[in-house]
């Protein structure tokens, strides 16, 4: 499994969506997947940034995990902080 840490900042996402291009590249993903990842990806981390850790600051951990065993491969993506928790369904 291969992982990143880095400061839950947006000026951060071009260093997390690298990592995993980077990450999936190396398996030959399809470019239209990729691009689909990104998307979630930017989504997923841009939430962190800017909730997560608000009015303090914090880290982000990025795990991606590649079965090549699997056909097709399987790839596992992991988002971790420690920020406050958010729970959408707790909204009215």
């Known amino acids: 499994m291969n992982t ?3 400061p839950a900042t947006i000026d951060q996402l071009d ?3 690298a ?3 980077e990450q ?6 399809p470019d239209d997947t ?11 981390f841009v939430n962190i940034a800017n909730y997560a850790y608000v009015p303090n600051s914090g880290d ?3 795990r991606c995990q590649v ?3 699997k056909d097709p491969v399987q790839i596992t993506i992991e988002f971790l902080d420690s ?7 707790a909204r009215e």
Do not use: H, R, W
């Open 19 to 21: 990592f995993l291009q």
């Open 60 to 62: 982000a951990t990025i």
């Open 34 to 44: 990729q691009m689909q990842v990104s998307i979630a990806a930017e989504e997923i």
């Open 67 to 69: 079965d090549k065993e």
């Open 4 to 6: 990143i840490t880095v």
């Open 24 to 29: 999936l590249a190396d398996v030959n993903c």
């Open 83 to 89: 920020g406050v928790p958010y729970d959408p369904l």
């Open 15 to 17: 260093t997390v969506l």
